[in-house]
């Protein structure tokens, strides 16, 4: 934002967010508008992120990743797209990285993590996160997906629904019921690779926004999935998830509050240049004070963005503060994208300018990864207990 001082990052942090920015501007922006009428992004962006080191950095050394246990690369990556203003890939790159991949760094045997980290790193595999079903949605305990054990492996059944990178994913963590009669502890998390027989995928969806993101159903009829593939111990999956959440809330935010500058930027652009009643509209007090109202917001919510990010590499990040972090930002970014929309009249409307499709895209954001309103339970959870 304009002249916030940020401590959190280094001299080469910095140098890394010129990396992404140049590449972001040479290889995604110009290729966003296809990608939307297409209904996913290109299977060689994947190959380009991979080649330029971009995808699981945080991935041991051994597995072709960089080690980088430090966080704020991470979110520095999510930042830049989210500039960029392409909605789509500034959900799907990270999720691959940052939600996906740590399921299987964390949980999986050391085969499985031999098999697809390396693949995930280089682009060549493209991952995706199954949780939610046509009747489960925010409360995945209702999941009715099962795995049956039969020895060796695991028989899956079942369909999931609204899944991100669903479309072109070459491997998935799953969530499926190993013993029904547990509830939360007999859920399970398992991966399925493209190549099961059983698996399949529905067309992407026709979307209101992100319409570069392949979003889709998938399908398992009696998909063999080797024990091997199970991520820890069978009946965790949920304990998991609860575990891994906070991170996946803390992207949603992070690529929230960057959209949210991106549309805030296109408007100071767009009021300087645009006139009525004989002057610029940037001259108009209610112009002025929007964009003031605004600014000030999306420079406290970057604020509390930084601090959580620095608490999560740091290790001492909670439930409740990514939850108030996705909820407030998202809230905040559907704002951003109304005042800009307004701002830009009849323009604004229009599918050719940024704010349009950003406005679009803005919408989900407060349903995902948790809808808003699970949010402030969890937060009332923490402050009441």
């Known amino acids: 934002m304009f002249g916030l001082h940020r401590s959190l990052f280094t001299e080469e942090h910095e140098l890394f967010r010129q990396s992404v920015r140049e590449f972001v501007a040479r290889e995604i922006t110009p290729h966003n508008a296809e990608w939307e009428k297409q209904k996913k992004v290109s299977r060689e962006i994947w190959k380009k992120l991979g080649e330029n080191g971009f995808l699981g950095i945080q991935a041991p050394e051994d597995l072709g990743g960089l080690h980088i246990r430090d966080f704020r690369y991470n979110a520095i990556f999510i930042e830049e797209l989210g500039l960029s203003g392409c909605s789509a890939p500034a959900v799907g790159f990270p999720l691959h990285s940052d939600i996906v991949m740590p399921y299987i760094l964390h949980y999986g045997t050391a085969q499985v993590k031999k098999k697809y980290i390396p693949k995930m790193i280089s682009g060549d595999y493209i991952g995706a996160i199954a949780m939610t079903e046509p009747g489960a949605g925010s409360d995945l305990q209702a999941i009715r997906s099962t795995a049956l054990d039969q020895g060796d492996h695991y028989l899956v059944n079942g369909s999931k629904t609204f899944i991100t990178n669903g479309y072109l994913a070459d491997v998935v963590v799953v969530a499926v019921k190993t013993d029904p009669e547990k509830g939360a502890k007999g859920i399970s998390l398992l991966l399925i ?26 399908f398992f009829e009696d998909v063999r999935v080797p024990k091997e593939n199970l991520l820890g111990k069978e009946g965790q999956g949920f304990q998991y998830m609860m575990s891994e959440l906070p991170q996946e809330r803390l992207v949603v935010a992070l690529a ?42 999306l420079e406290q919510g970057r604020i509390y963005c930084d601090y959580l990010v620095q608490l999560h590499h740091e290790g001492k990040l909670d439930s409740a503060m990514a939850s108030a972090a996705k909820y407030n930002m998202t809230e905040l970014q559907c704002k951003v994208a109304d005042e800009c929309v307004q701002l830009h009249g009849g323009y604004g409307y229009m599918w050719d300018y940024g704010v349009a499709r950003a406005w679009a895209d803005a919408r989900v954001q407060r349903i995902y990864a948790g809808t808003n309103e699970i949010m402030k339970e969890l937060i009332a959870r923490k402050i009441l207990q």
């Open 256 to 297: 929230a509050i960057a959209l949210g500058e991106y549309m805030l930027q296109e408007t100071i652009a767009y009021v300087k240049q645009r006139r009525a009643f004989g002057r610029s509209i940037s001259e108009f007090q209610n112009t002025r004070f929007k964009l003031a109202e605004m600014n000030a917001a």
């Open 193 to 218: 690779d493209r190549d099961m027989q059983g698996f399949g995928r529905g067309v992407p969806f026709d979307k209101v926004g992100l319409h570069a993101q392949d979003t889709c159903e998938l």
